[in-house]
């Protein structure tokens, strides 16, 4: 008999969730986690008397207990929702600009119409129906793809079948003048990475459509705490677990996995291995190659990976008031200008200067976030990691130092009093991603979901070679929902295969 029934590599979202759901199935599952900590992307840090979110931004596809969403469905079917305590949030975001331009969008349909058309009263049709698009189209792809439905069609469909591989910018061109409300609507797509002309509009409509259904969350004590949740809920149910103990082979046999070499040395064996690393990583690096069928590397190459980030995250001491900060989500933008030209040539610069950001303050929706009289923001721009890895060792802490100063300037062209009031600072640069998620370039969204590699034609969880299968990021959608949703549905699948 096999020393388990299932090996789980990585503890990020995918890799908590699968093997939380594997354990509470009666298997025998072994987690290993090359970081001390569980979460991947979703842990926390302490600097001072701040406890700083790595990633959570806004939690999608919660729903409130009355109005479950997919995510709810998740926790309840592993048991942790009892264990969590969420907080929703009041507004959806706030578009922000030097030039004195607010507009906060509260997270009600009706309210963000409203709010809308007073900003741009020239364009009040066009944004109503840009509004029903997207329902129609949210409608569309739950007949066509969550109700499975077994022969869609144009006719049933036809916001899904006219606009699922359109990108965003195209279609904010076709609908409206002002390029200050295409920038509006098109600030979404920092959250998927990938610059709105080479985004699906599926992903635009999805996100208005998730967060407005089940409102954005965040979690009390953090993305930490969720992970913290799921994890002592796989002990529970009988988990085992290492911690500073990354996977470092996957054995073969004969098509059919085998043992998973630790990278102490150990050898476990075992007949399924789920792996929340990149299928990349797992297939070149982990596996010896007359294992693994061309197809399938071909397959990997032909999908970019994704990009990294430039994270600030800061302490103050005062409330947020005082610094004027009224929202928790903000989008910072120095202009209109989404082009693909702009936005690629940021991501691939060392440097923050016009570059859009999103800029969260989780003390608005959590007055209990940071100790009293005191709050703390996270401030987001997304770079790729090549740029930093070429940087000379000797210059990197001028770099990291130059582009902080240089992101704390765009923050205080919104809020002036900023950087008197920071009590603790800490900043995170692509290379801080790869060292602490071990993903190459240090992508934070896994491979870029293009329009060619969006959620219509993502890589398969399972995979040719008998045992072994994806969670997270890197095998289908980013982002916490998806990610978290992706391991209970790969566990199901093993579950099946193994008679449970
Ligand atoms: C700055 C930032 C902001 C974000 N904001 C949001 C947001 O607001 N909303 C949202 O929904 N999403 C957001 N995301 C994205 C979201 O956090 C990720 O998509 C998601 O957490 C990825 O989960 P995952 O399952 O792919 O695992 P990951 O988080 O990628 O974790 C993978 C884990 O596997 C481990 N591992 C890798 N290789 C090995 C090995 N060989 N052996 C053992 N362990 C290994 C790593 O150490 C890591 O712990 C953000 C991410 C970042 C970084």
């Known amino acids: 008999m096999a020393d388990y029934d299932a090996i789980v590599i990585g503890a990020g979202n995918g890799g908590l969730t699968s093997s939380c759901a594997l354990a509470q199935t009666g298997l025998r599952v072994l987690l290993l986690e090359r970081h001390n900590i ?45 264990d969590l305590e969420f907080v929703e949030a009041p507004d959806l975001y706030q578009v922000a600009m030097p030039d004195g331009f607010r507009l906060p969008l509260k ?20 944004i109503k129906d840009f509004f029903d698009l997207m329902g129609q189209f949210a409608n569309d792809m739950m007949g066509a793809f969550i109700f499975r439905d077994p022969a869609p069609s144009r006719e049933k469909y036809p916001a899904l079948y006219t606009y699922a591989l359109r990108d965003v910018e195209s279609v904010l061109n076709e609908r409206f ?35 407005s259904e089940f409102k954005p969350f965040h979690v009390k004590g953090g993305s930490q705490a969720m992970s913290n949740a799921i994890f002592n809920k796989f002990l529970t149910y009988g988990g085992e677990a290492r911690f500073s103990c990354g996977a470092k082979k996957i054995i073969v046999e004969k098509g059919e996995v085998k043992a998973v070499i630790t990278e102490e040395g150990d050898e476990i064996t075992t007949n399924y291995v789920v792996s929340n690393a990149s299928q990349a990583y797992t297939y070149i690096h982990m596996i010896d190659p007359e294992h693994v069928p061309e197809n399938v590397i071909s397959e990997v190459k032909s999908r970019n990976v994704a990009v990294s980030a430039f994270t600030m995250f800061i302490g103050y001491d005062c409330e947020p008031e005082e610094l004027g900060i009224t929202e928790s989500m903000n989008f910072l933008l120095s202009d209109t200008d989404f082009s693909a030209e702009r936005v690629i040539n940021n991501m691939w610069n060392v440097g923050i200067r016009d570059d859009f950001m999103a800029f969260s303050c989780y003390d608005i929706a959590d007055p209990d976030f940071s100790p009293p009289g005191k709050c703390q923001t996270n401030t987001v721009t997304l770079k790729y990691g090549e740029p930093w890895l070429n940087i000379d060792p000797h210059k990197y802490h001028d770099a990291k130092f130059r582009c902080a100063d240089e992101m704390l300037h765009r923050m205080e062209q919104i809020y002036p009093d900023l950087r008197k009031h920071i009590e603790e600072i800490e900043v995170a640069t692509p290379l801080t991603f790869m060292r602490y998620l071990g993903h190459s370039g240090g992508s934070i969204y896994g491979y870029e979901q293009l329009i060619k590699d969006s959620m219509f034609f993502q890589p398969k969880r399972d995979s040719p070679i008998k045992g072994l299968y994806f969670a997270g990021g890197w095998a289908g959608d980013c982002g916490f929902e998806p990610t978290l949703n992706s391991g209970k549905a790969v566990a199901k699948s093993i579950a099946r295969q193994l008679g449970k």
Request: charged share 20%; net charge negative.
């Open 177 to 211: 003048k002002d390029p200050l409300l295409k920038a509006v609507f098109a600030a979404y797509w920092g959250y998927l990475g990938v610059p709105p002309c080479r985004l699906s509009f599926a992903y635009l409509a999805m996100l208005f459509f998730q967060y």
């Open 38 to 82: 569980p979460g991947g992307c979703g842990t926390s840090f302490c600097r001072g008397p701040f406890e700083f979110e790595v990633a959570l931004h806004q939690l999608s596809g919660l729903g409130r207990p009355e109005k479950p969403g997919p995510l709810r469905m998740t926790f309840d079917s592993l048991g942790v929702t009892d």
């Open 107 to 126: 997270t009600e349909i009706p309210q963000m119409i409203e709010a809308m058309q007073q900003k741009f009263p020239s364009e009040k049709e066009a």
